[in-house]
């Protein structure tokens, strides 16, 4: 098991800002891919995120593109999202996870949430109206 623990959630109100952080107990994780995905209740986890080993490319969902950002820094074994302009429908639990497949891969990271390996327990997020 590779322990991944996202940390940085809360309330915030609509328009504000947050960062989430995820650190990966592995002393290879800077060689994989990784990526946020979020879900909301009675809904599917979805994909927000998702940034190779090296963190030179970074793929967004549409609904977040413009205002969310991941990155990493491999020096610290972690990922980041920084949402801004946070709105009442970015509320959900949010995940990271790793993909083993991807590793020293430079190819876009799946957007399946079936093929991540590896979970954190997820940091709730909620953004009032």
């Known amino acids: 098991q590779v322990p991944l623990v996202e940390s940085g959630g809360g309330l915030v109100q609509a328009g504000g800002s947050l960062r989430l952080s995820c650190a990966a107990s592995?002393?290879?994780?800077?060689?994989?891919?990784m990526a946020w995905f979020r879900q909301a209740p009675g809904k599917e986890r979805e994909f927000v995120a998702a940034?190779?080993?090296?963190?030179?490319?970074?793929y967004y969902a549409d609904s977040v593109k413009g205002r969310f950002t991941i990155s990493r820094d491999n020096a610290k074994n972690t990922v980041y999202l920084q949402m801004n302009s946070l709105k009442p429908e970015d509320s959900a639990v949010y995940y990271c996870?790793?993909?083993?497949?991807?590793?020293?891969?430079?190819?876009?990271?799946?957007?399946?949430?079936?093929?991540?390996?590896?979970w954190g327990q997820g940091t709730q997020v909620t953004v009032s109206s």
């Open positions: 996870a790793l993909d083993t497949r991807t590793r020293y891969s430079d190819s876009s990271p799946s957007r399946n949430r079936y093929e991540y390996d590896y």
């Open positions: 592995m002393r290879t994780f800077s060689s994989y891919g």
């Open positions: 940034i190779t080993w090296s963190g030179g490319s970074t």
